[in-house]
């Protein structure tokens, strides 16, 4: 199961409360990029360095990577394939070009593109974040910009992120919906 969505849309917000209705491991994906105060390594993400990073990606550890802001992020297999194994349900919070890659390589994912009501909000979300400079909020807008023009029909389904508990039970149907029972 595939989220993905401009930076500020809400995605890690969401899956949080979506995790009480639906029964999944959240793949936690790895990074290059700094941690933040409130993040924990092996929650948020793995956070690596970029020679590590590279390791991973010459090992073939990655089911999926790109490049984001002058940042690395992958998906680790074993987040994913591990729990497969076990018969859990997985649900990835990657970046459209990472969503793409797994939705190329396994069709059949659920995979789902989380929307802002409008662009004035998405910078209001932004700047609401610790830590993010004007410019890494204009280059964030310009690029989220893109990717809702280009990226939204891609997907199996797109939910509007401007009521969260909306969002996230439409979200949690389709998850339903779409899950072996």
């Known amino acids: 199961m595939i989220i993905s969505g401009p930076s500020g849309v809400g ?5 949080r409360a979506l995790s009480p209705l639906h029964n999944f491991h959240f793949a936690v994906s790895a990074t290059t990029r700094n941690r933040r105060p409130d993040e924990t390594h092996g929650v948020e993400y793995f956070f690596v360095d970029d020679q590590a990073f590279s390791r991973l990606i010459e090992q073939g550890k990655l089911l999926e990577w790109a490049e984001f802001a002058g940042h690395r992020y992958g998906t ?6 591990l729990h497969l194994d076990q018969g859990q ?13 797994v939705m190329e390589a396994y069709p059949d994912a659920i995979s789902i593109f989380l929307m802002p009501p409008d662009l ?5 979300r932004m700047r609401g ?18 990717q809702i023009a280009d990226g939204w029909h891609r997907f199996g389904h797109v939910v509007v ?11 949690a149907g389709i998850l339903r919906a779409g899950s072996p029972e």
């Open 11 to 15: 995605k890690n917000t969401v899956v």
């Open 76 to 81: 680790l297999q074993d987040e994913v394939f």
């Open 89 to 101: 349900d997985v649900l990835l919070d990657v970046e459209l070009n990472g969503a793409y890659q």
């Open 120 to 124: 004035d909000v998405l910078e209001s």
């Open 129 to 146: 974040r610790r830590g993010m400079t004007e410019a890494e909020i204009a280059t964030r807008l310009k690029l989220a910009e893109s």
């Open 161 to 171: 992120n401007s009521d969260l508990d909306a969002a996230v039970s439409a979200i």
